[in-house]
């Protein structure tokens, strides 16, 4: 480990766990335009998520994440974990989010019209 990885282990707050989800990530824009993708979790904390994307996010983007939990609710009933938050770091299709709100919701039965990220962020 080189001394700028050493510095940026030691300004973490939590530790990080990898765990890799599937997630759906949409930019949240107060001009209305809103920029949504696909990609998945390489690594989480209480504070942040690294996670790829196929679009540029730009630090300082608040961006809503909805991932999907491995764990359900009474063994029955499927979780997504919805956060909010901004990116602190974009780099070679990867974007390291700061968590700033979060909540576990329930997921439904997907209705055949539904959009997919309607179906997780819903």
């Known amino acids: 480990m080189g001394p700028d990885q050493t510095r940026e282990a ?3 707050r939590s530790d990080r766990f990898a765990i890799e989800r599937e ?3 949409r930019a949240l824009n107060k001009r ?3 920029e949504a993708g696909e990609g998945r ?3 989480m904390s209480s504070t942040g998520v690294l996670f790829t994307a196929k679009q540029i996010l730009r630090p300082g983007r608040r961006v809503e994440l909805a991932i999907n939990w491995p764990a359900q609710l ?3 009933c499927a979780l997504k974990l919805v956060a909010r938050g901004r990116i602190v770091r974009f780099e070679n299709g990867l ?3 700061e968590i700033q709100q ?3 919701r329930t997921q439904s039965a997907p209705a055949a019209t539904d959009s997919a990220f309607t179906k997780m962020v819903g």
């Open 10 to 12: 030691e300004r973490r």
């Open 23 to 25: 997630i759906r990530y």
């Open 32 to 34: 209305g335009g809103e």
């Open 41 to 43: 979790t390489l690594n």
């Open 74 to 76: 009474n063994n029955k």
């Open 95 to 97: 974007a390291a989010m």
């Open 102 to 104: 979060h909540e576990f």
